[in-house]
């Protein structure tokens, strides 16, 4: 592991990683276990990125589990926090960061790609937050074991300020994701509840693959990106680290950027 037993800051935490089996999912379980985090790694329908998580994990002495769920679906959900607390006995941090894309200009947008994305990206962050803050408030203060009672990180995007063309569906999404987080975090901060999201820019991911995998896609993505580099699901793997810790115990109802500048308005950087 990275950090010694003694210094892992999310050391005897139960953490739960939606769609943790790929991408900036698999990216936040691995910082998170190497913060001495037990990790449940949930994926929705094939197992083999969530175990692919789970041997690295374990690999590097760290402990980790993978469950199947549609965070979409509410029975499932429920099922699924019902096996964490069998197993782990509770949960003191939920990452909230499964999410899709179903892309189409606005006129053509199908009911079933408005409904899709929403259910995944909305929906599901709305029926995990609400079973995990359900979970805290059951089991209490552990000061011993984290200064707040719970921790709940939701993974945003640039797109909760950005307006984007083409993906109506998505950003409407992540603009809901917005004010879920800051009324959540306004309604839960009296239990010692963190709410706080995310807003990654571009990471290179499946889900953008075609954004960077060539060297012409990259170079118009890089034109949007102050720092001059596209971001690594590790990026993000500490900025969740840091929500998750005491670091940040004072911390909460706030959207944390990890964008390279990208919500900068980069058009303007030579006087627009
Ligand atoms: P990804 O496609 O690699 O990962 C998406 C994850 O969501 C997968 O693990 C998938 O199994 C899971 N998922 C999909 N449908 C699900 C369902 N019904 N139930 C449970 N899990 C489901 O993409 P990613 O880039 O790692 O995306 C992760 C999050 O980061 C998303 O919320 C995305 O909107 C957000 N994000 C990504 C970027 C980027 O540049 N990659 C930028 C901003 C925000």
């Not at 200009?105 to 408005?114: C, I, V």
């Not at 995990?128 to 074991?145: D, K, L, M, S, T």
């Not at 063309?165 to 959540?184: D, E, F, Q, R």
């Not at 900025?239 to 944390?256: H, I, N, P």
Request: proline share 4%; glycine share 10%; net charge negative.
């Amino acid at each position: 592991m990275s950090t010694s037993a003694s210094t892992q800051r999310l050391r005897n935490q139960i953490a739960l990683v939606t769609g943790g089996s790929s991408g900036i999912g698999a990216g936040v379980s691995l910082a998170l276990a190497a913060e001495g985090a037990t990790v449940v790694v949930n994926y929705s329908h094939s197992p083999e990125g969530a175990e692919e998580v789970v041997t690295s994990i374990e690999k590097a002495g760290g402990k980790a589990v993978a469950i199947k769920c549609d965070v979409s679906q509410e029975a499932d959900v429920q099922s699924m926090f019902a096996q964490i607390r069998e197993e782990f006995g509770t949960l003191h941090i939920l990452v909230n960061n499964s999410g899709i894309q179903e892309d189409a200009p606005f006129l053509d947008m199908t009911l079933e790609q408005w409904e899709k994305v929403i259910a995944v990206n909305l929906t599901g962050q709305f029926l995990c937050a609400r079973e995990a803050a359900r979970e805290f408030i059951r089991r209490g203060p552990q000061p011993e074991v984290s200064a707040a009672t719970g921790k709940i990180i939701c993974m945003s995007s640039v797109h909760e300020v950005i307006p984007w063309a083409g993906h109506v569906n998505y950003a409407t999404s992540k603009g809901g994701i917005m004010l879920l987080m800051k009324s959540v975090a306004q309604e839960l901060a009296p239990h010692k509840i963190r709410v706080n999201s995310i807003g990654p820019g571009a990471i290179k991911t499946p889900i953008n693959k075609e954004a960077w995998d060539t060297p012409e896609a990259a170079e118009k993505l890089l034109t949007l990106i102050p720092y001059g580099r596209i971001g690594e699901p590790s990026d993000i793997g500490k900025a969740a680290v840091w929500l998750a810790s005491d670091e940040s115990d004072y911390v909460t109802g706030v959207t944390l950027f990890a964008d390279g500048g990208m919500t900068l308005y980069p058009g303007f950087a030579s006087n627009g």
